[in-house]
């Protein structure tokens, strides 16, 4: 049985709080930031907003009280959905040539005339902190990232958390988006403490999903897919670690849910991570952790990351 780093017990399986995960990952930091203060460099991280979506607005809230609580200054800068995207790429060069900043991110979706891609090249590598430039890409690829995708990482933290052995393992990531699935198989296969896995990705043409998952240890489920994954698809012991989070509609009126069904999932794994509350708030403490990263690299100050 897994010990699980503040983990519950749901029966023989352990829950993997991504809360109390992420409460000691931005504790750790908090030393770190204060060093870098001290030192003259106060971490900071530019948000760049240009939608109206509600969602997107309240996650660039969370991000800045998050930045807030442990002592990360903050920018946020909110543009017209309808203005030219040369004010966004405009936006983004000042930010790069701002030395005070020392993280950018563009919170996505983009309006349709604003390419996604471009404003991801637009952004400086070194400031770049979730991980999505070509140069970002190609050196996690390599194996010498500078900042590791959030989502991927933050699942790294909480294997490593619930003392998952991914060495020698059969790992299955479900879903090849590059936010979450690329990097996340790749961060899996590395030559790494954390890695050193044998990994298949399925997708929406995989044939014999079933039989695949069956075979892993460790199933990284990041399909957008509300509750495909249950229970019969999976064998005893299976760590399940569910990137999902879908608002569906009930009898009650709507509820989130992941991209696995937690109540038949929990009979077979060993360890599972809930949702809410499992990878979600990994992903806004790794963003943190990017960002400390990012300002100690500038100030040429060695921190300690937890």
Excluded at 44 to 66: G, R
Aim: charged letters at 25%.
């Amino acid at each position: 049985m897994l010990e699980v780093w503040d983990g519950r017990r749901l029966g023989m399986t352990n829950l993997i709080d991504g809360n109390a995960v992420a409460e000691e990952i931005r504790n750790g930091l908090v030393a770190s930031i204060d060093d870098l203060t001290e030192s003259g460099t106060t971490p900071c991280l530019a948000t760049v907003l240009m939608n109206n979506d509600p969602a997107s607005q309240t996650y660039v809230s969370m991000k800045h009280q998050d930045c807030e609580e442990v002592g990360i200054a903050t920018r946020d800068v909110e543009l017209d959905p309808e203005a030219p995207a040369s004010e966004l790429f405009d936006t983004v060069d000042d930010l790069n040539a701002d030395p005070e900043v020392h993280g950018i991110l563009v919170q996505m979706p983009l309006p349709d005339h604003v390419d996604e891609r471009e404003v991801l090249r637009r952004i400086d590598p070194a400031k770049d902190v979730d991980g999505f430039h070509p140069e970002n890409v190609g050196r996690l690829v390599a194996g010498n990232p500078r900042y590791k995708p959030c989502t991927p990482h933050g699942v790294q933290k909480l294997l490593a958390a619930a003392d998952v052995e991914t060495e020698g393992a059969d790992a299955v990531v479900v879903g090849r988006s590059n936010i979450v699935g690329k990097p996340m198989a790749n961060l899996l296969i590395q030559k790494t403490d954390q890695g050193n896995a044998t990994t298949t990705v399925c997708h929406s043409r995989t044939e014999d999903l079933e039989t695949k998952l069956r075979a892993a240890d460790i199933v990284v489920a990041a399909a957008g897919v509300p509750e495909m994954i249950t229970g019969d698809m999976l064998s005893e012991d299976t760590v399940v670690i569910d990137v999902g989070i879908n608002r569906v509609e009930t009898d009650e009126g709507s509820e989130l849910v992941g991209d696995v069904d937690f109540e038949s999932a929990k009979e077979k794994a060993s360890a599972i991570t809930p949702v809410p509350g499992g990878v979600g708030p990994m992903t806004r403490a790794m963003l943190l952790w990017n960002t400390v990263k990012a300002a100690g690299d500038v100030a040429g100050v060695e921190v300690d990351l937890p």
